[in-house]
T-cell receptor, first 113, second 116 residues
């Protein structure tokens, strides 16, 4: 059974810092990996999707990498801003593509003004 | 990105009643939709996979008679919590996969169910 772990569980940093969120998964047979943002009491906003054949994806100040063989992904946030405060979730889709995602518990991020 | 709409966003009901939550893909066709639930400070747990025109596939431990899922069209799936109890209080989120795309999922805003 796939398990997804996110470290750290919580992170609080001053505005402007670059930071890295970590995600690991136990079964490397994945179709893709997706990073989401969740604001309190809200649904999920998709940030980046990395297919299993890809190594990284970039969108603005966000960069996500994938090392499928070692079961790891990182989300890099450059020049953090208070508006980046949210919970960041990592999720993997199993190979075969039919099933839903397996999520980590998330990293609760606070950017201090 | 594609838009998924959920309704209602919040619902409070008495124990023993049934509640229906709708999930709509507004600007795309979704052959597959997924229903998740999320307890406070926990991650999302997949409840069931809903395919248009066929019966839903439920995850282990999810009671299919309690959580009725209908996916009658390519843009609408519904989750009905039957005979709701306080332990069913949770945040329910649906997601949809764009038909024919590479697998990106888009999520609704979620529905907060409180059973008194």
């Amino acid at each position: 059974k796939q398990e997804v772990t996110q470290i750290p569980a919580a992170l609080s940093v001053p505005e402007g810092e670059n930071l890295v969120l970590n995600c690991s998964f136990t079964d490397s047979a994945i179709y893709n990996l997706q990073w989401f943002r969740q604001d309190p009491g809200k649904g999920l906003t998709s940030l980046l999707l990395i297919q299993s054949s890809q190594r990284e994806q970039t969108s603005g100040r966000l960069n996500a990498s994938l090392d499928k063989s070692s079961g790891r992904s990182t989300l890099y946030i450059a020049a953090s801003q208070p508006g980046d405060s949210a919970t960041y979730l990592c999720a993997v889709r199993p190979w075969g593509g039919a099933d839903g995602l397996t999520f980590g518990k998330g990293t609760h991020l606070i950017i201090q003004p | 990105g594609a838009v998924v709409s959920q309704h209602p966003s919040r619902v409070i009901c008495k124990s023993g009643t049934s509640v229906k939550i709708e999930c709509r893909s507004l600007d795309f066709q979704a052959t597959t939709m997924f229903w998740y639930r999320q307890f406070p400070k926990q991650s999302l747990m997949l409840m069931a996979t809903s395919n248009e025109g066929s019966k839903a596939t439920y995850e282990q431990g999810v009671e299919k008679d309690k959580f009725l899922i209908n996916h009658a069209s390519l843009t609408l799936s519904t989750l009905t919590v039957t005979s709701a109890h306080p332990e069913d209080s949770s945040f329910y989120i649906c997601s949809a996969r764009v038909r024919g795309n590479t697998g990106e999922l888009f999520f609704g805003e979620g529905s907060r169910l409180t059973v008194l």
